[in-house]
C-alpha cells in the first residue's frame, strides 16, 4: 500500500517530451504562480509527493509533542508551564490542520497514521533526541522551531492551495514558539553559572541534530529537483540551512553562547557563514529508525492510538446511529 499512496525513491524530473498535453498545461499554471486546489487535475507524482511530504509533516508536529510533553509537569514556574502546555498544544492542531491537506489528496488520515505506526512512513530526524533537562526546552524552542520556521515560511508559497494555507496559519504559531525558547535561554544565560553551563550544554547537543532538520545535502536529496520544478519546496536543504545558520549564530552570540563549531567563520566574500556539516551518518541512522529515542517515541504514538481505540469505536457507533436515525425520520 505505502507506494501506492505516496511517492518513494529517488524522483527524476520529467522533461517536457515526456508530458502528456494536460501536464503540460498543468506546469504552465505552476509557472504562473497558480495554486492547485483538491479537485483539479495534478500528475499523480505530484499527488504522490504532496501526501508524502505533507504526511511526514503532520507526524512531525504530533510526535514533535513528545519531548517537550515529558516536561510540562516538571516546569519551573506556573507561567512556564501554561506557556509550554499551549505550545505543545498548538502542534496538536497543526498536526490537525496538516493531516486535514493532506485528505484533500485522497487519503485518510487513518491510513496516515497506520503508515506511521508501522513506522513506513516518517517523521522528523530531530524528535529522535532526548530532552534531558529544563535548558532543553529552551534549546527545542529556540532552535527547532527556529529551523521549523526557515523551513515553513518559504512553505506558505507552496503551490498546492490547502498546504500553504495550512503553513500560513502554522507560522503564525511557530514564531511565538520560537521565542518562548530563546526567551528561557536568555534567563538561563543570565542566571548562575550552572544555568549557563546547561544552556550551553543543550546548545552543544541540539546544534547539528538542527541542521540535519533541513534534509540531506543537496546532492544527496533525492526529491527536491522534481519536488522543486513543481514548487511544492521553493528552497533546496543547504539553502535553507545556510539562511538558519546565518540568523541563528548572532542569537548565539547575543547569549554569550558558543556554537559547537571549531569551523564557524563569517566569509566575507560569501556574506554568509562557512559552518560543518553535520555528521550525515548519524543522520541517516537516526532515520533508519537508530536514533537515542526512535523505539520510545514510536511506542508512544502506538500506545496512544490502542488506548483511543474505545473511543474512535464509541464515535463510530454513535455516528451509525444518528444516520438510522435520520433514515427513520426522513
Ligand atoms: N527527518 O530528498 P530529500 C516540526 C528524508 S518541524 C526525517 O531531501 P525532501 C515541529 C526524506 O523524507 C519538522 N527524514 O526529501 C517543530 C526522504 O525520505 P523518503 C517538520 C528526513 O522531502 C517544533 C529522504 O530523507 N517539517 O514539525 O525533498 C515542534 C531524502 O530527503 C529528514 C517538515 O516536515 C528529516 N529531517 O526534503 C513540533 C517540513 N530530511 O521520504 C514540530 C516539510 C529528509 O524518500 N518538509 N528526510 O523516505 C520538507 O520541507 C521536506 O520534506 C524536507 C526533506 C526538507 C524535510
Redesign the pocket.
Known amino acids: 500500500m505505502y507506494a501506492q499512496v505516496i511517492n ?1 525513491g529517488s524522483d527524476r524530473v520529467r522533461r517536457i517530451d515526456e508530458m502528456s498535453a494536460e501536464e503540460q498545461a498543468f506546469m504552465e499554471r505552476i509557472e504562473n504562480g497558480e495554486k492547485i486546489e483538491p479537485k483539479e487535475w495534478m500528475p499523480e507524482g505530484y499527488r504522490k509527493t504532496l501526501i ?2 505533507i504526511g ?2 503532520a507526524h ?2 504530533v510526535v ?1 509533542q513528545l519531548p517537550e510533553g515529558n516536561w510540562i509537569t516538571r516546569a519551573p514556574t506556573l507561567e512556564r508551564k501554561a506557556i509550554l502546555l499551549a505550545k505543545v498544544q498548538d ?1 496538536a492542531g497543526h498536526g490537525l490542520y496538516l493531516y486535514c491537506a493532506a485528505e484533500t489528496l485522497g487519503v485518510s488520515r487513518d491510513e496516515l497514521i497506520e503508515l506511521l505506526n508501522s513506522g513506513k512512513m ?5 524528535f529522535n533526541y532526548p530532552t534531558l533537562n529544563w535548558a532543553d526546552i529552551g534549546a527545542v524552542g529556540w532552535l ?2 527556529g529551523a ?1 520556521i526557515m ?2 515560511v518559504p ?1 506558505q508559497r507552496t503551490s498546492y492551495g490547502p498546504y500553504s494555507r495550512a503553513m500560513i496559519r502554522i507560522c503564525k504559531e511557530e514564531s511565538f ?1 520560537q521565542r518562548q525558547g530563546y526567551d528561557i535561554m536568555m534567563k538561563m544565560c543570565a542566571g548562575s553559572p550552572e544555568q549557563k553551563a546547561m544552556a550551553q550544554d543543550a546548545l552543544n547537543r541540539f546544534w547539528y541534530p538542527a541542521l ?5 545535502s543537496d546532492k544527496d ?4 529537483a522534481q ?1 522543486m520544478a513543481w514548487k511544492i ?1 521553493i528552497n533546496t ?1 543547504d539553502e535553507l540551512r545556510q539562511k538558519f545558520v546565518d540568523q541563528t549564530v548572532p542569537q548565539a552570540e547575543y547569549l554569550g553562547l558558543t556554537v559547537p563549531d571549531e569551523h564557524l567563520k563569517w566569509n566575507e566574500e560569501r556574506g554568509a557563514y562557512d559552518f560543518s556539516e553535520p555528521d550525515w551518518s548519524e543522520f541517516f541512522d537516526v ?1 533508519a529508525g537508530n536514533g537515542p529515542c526512535n523505539k520510545e517515541r514510536l511506542g508512544a504514538r502506538v500506545k496512544a492510538w490502542d488506548d483511543g481505540a474505545w473511543f474512535r469505536e464509541g464515535l463510530a457507533v454513535n455516528a451509525q446511529k444518528k444516520q438510522t436515525k435520520q433514515r427513520k425520520q426522513a
Open positions: 518513494t508524502r511530504q511526514q509533516h512531525s508536529e514533535g502542534e516518517k517523521y522528523s530526524s530531530i527547532v522551531d521549523a523551513n515553513q512553505l514558539h540535519m532538520m533541513f534534509g540531506p536529496s533525492v526529491h527536491s519536488s519546496k536543504n532515520i
